[in-house]
């Protein structure tokens, strides 16, 4: 039986078109197989990031360990484990970063479970008129400082009754999306975001004066470690009777390797000319409490930035307090 030209062409387009499919098919499973490898690729160099930052963690530890072995809890600014960066590889990668004393910063929660500030005949607790000479010597106005500080307090305390110039959680309720004030000490200083008046453009400005320890304690300050951009913390801590420019004067003055005494410092000219009732005596120090390790991990295609805060207790203990990873 003869086969028709067109018969044999309607085969032909048959043959064309389940080779058409088949190439699709190997083309979509090819595709799929190769984006799996690729997610198991990027799962394990994740997965070795992860160690990467944990064995750093570790060896923060052993170096923290070491420093204060060697220079006691006396850290300065000039000790060369502080002052440079530190990059190694680690199991097939690299971790950089740099050890900072973190001491010096003001601890939001110090102010956490303190009485209405406006019942005490003697005026507010002595952690809130610190931070308000703080806010003050940022060069907010005393409107915006008396705002600030009335609305952390009602933000932290656990009662519903809201200050002069503060908020509960009726103000937060009327928000969208609503949500409350959170009755307790903060875990985070971006928590501040979500408090009245603490806009972005305020925080840009107090951020890297404030932290949130897992205490209430508000010092003492290392002035052995404080860099100039500190000046605002000093100026805190003179009562604010001593303005930016003379906090960063009394800090340029320092000796090499530090001030080796408390009373050294004090003994300064420009110290020493402010009555001793207005210095916050009790902020001064010259040893450190908290260090962070913050750095890179890197491993093939992956990258995370962490930064590990470790505490310093009595006889120079140390200890992880806290651990923040975010994989770029």
């Excluded at 080779?19 to 499973?29: D, G, Q, Y």
């Excluded at 900072?100 to 406006?118: H, T, W, Y």
């Excluded at 916050?280 to 990258?303: C, D, K, P, Q």
Aim: net charge negative; aromatic share 6%; hydrophobic share 45%.
């Amino acid at each position: 039986m003869r086969i028709s030209q067109k018969e044999e062409g309607a085969a032909l387009l048959s043959v064309l078109l389940m080779v058409a499919i088949m190439a699709t098919v190997a083309v979509a499973m090819t595709d799929v197989a190769l984006r799996s490898l690729s997610r198991a690729t990027v799962a394990d160099e994740r997965g070795r990031v992860a160690w990467q930052i944990t064995g750093a963690e570790e060896a923060g530890l052993v170096a923290i360990r070491d420093l204060l072995n060697t220079a006691g809890a006396e850290l300065t600014i000039d000790n060369p484990v502080l002052a440079q960066p530190i990059a190694f590889a680690a199991a097939g990668g690299s971790i950089s970063g740099r050890l900072e004393d973190v001491s010096n910063c003001f601890n939001i929660n110090a102010l956490a479970g303190l009485a209405d500030v406006d019942a005490d005949d003697e005026g507010p607790p002595a952690a809130v008129r610190a931070y308000q000479d703080l806010l003050l010597s940022l060069e907010l106005s005393e409107f915006e400082v008396e705002a600030l500080t009335d609305a952390l307090l009602d933000w932290m305390d656990p009662d519903s009754t809201p200050r002069i110039a503060g908020a509960e959680d009726g103000y937060y309720l009327s928000q969208s999306p609503p949500y409350r004030t959170g009755g307790q000490p903060i875990a985070d200083v971006s928590e501040l975001r979500a408090i009245l008046g603490y806009e972005p453009e305020v925080l840009e400005v107090l951020a890297p004066f404030v932290c949130a320890r897992a205490n209430s304690n508000l010092g003492p300050f290392n002035i052995n470690t404080m860099r100039e951009e500190h000046a605002p913390l000093l100026a805190m801590v003179f009562g604010g009777n001593a303005s930016l420019q003379e906090a960063r004067d009394v800090l340029t003055r320092r000796p090499f390797g530090g001030w080796q005494l408390i009373d050294d410092f004090l003994n300064l000219e420009a110290v020493s000319r402010i009555s001793p009732d207005l210095v916050r005596s009790e902020l001064i120090g010259i040893s450190s409490g908290h260090l962070t390790f913050r750095g890179t991990a890197h491993f093939g295609n992956v990258s995370a930035d962490f930064a590990t805060l470790y505490s310093i207790g009595e006889a120079n203990a140390v200890q992880i307090v806290r651990r923040d990873r975010s994989p770029r």
